[in-house]
């Protein structure tokens, strides 16, 4: 009984939570209405941008390069 009891409690927790979270979403639904923009645009979720092998290639190099240059300063200074 006891670990129905917690559900519960966990329930109302949660319903309390997302009550809270309706409310905070009708305001900004208002204040995007009151601005003259659409409500209704969704967020879409952003494709994962890839890069081709010779662009990952070159960036590779650049690296390289960039701290070959690096440890030669380093070493002069040394």
Same mark, same amino acid.
């Given at each position: 009984?006891?670990?129905?009891? $917690? #559900?519960?409690? /966990? /329930?109302?927790?949660? /319903?309390? *939570? #997302?009550?809270?979270? *309706?409310? *905070? ?9 009151? #601005?003259?923009? +659409?409500? +209704? =645009? ?11 092998? $010779?662009?990952?290639?070159? =960036?590779?190099? $650049? ?9 030669? *300063? ?5």
């Amino acid at each position: 009984m006891n670990l129905l009891a $917690a #559900l519960k409690r /966990e /329930e109302r927790k949660l /319903e309390k *939570q #997302l009550h809270k979270l *309706q409310g *905070q979403l009708d305001g900004v639904r208002a204040a995007a209405t009151a #601005l003259g923009r +659409s409500t +209704s =645009i969704k967020v879409t979720r952003t494709t994962k941008r890839v890069l081709s092998a $010779a662009a990952r290639a070159k =960036i590779g190099r $650049a690296a390289k390069k960039r701290w070959a240059k690096f440890r030669a *300063q380093a070493k002069k200074v040394a």
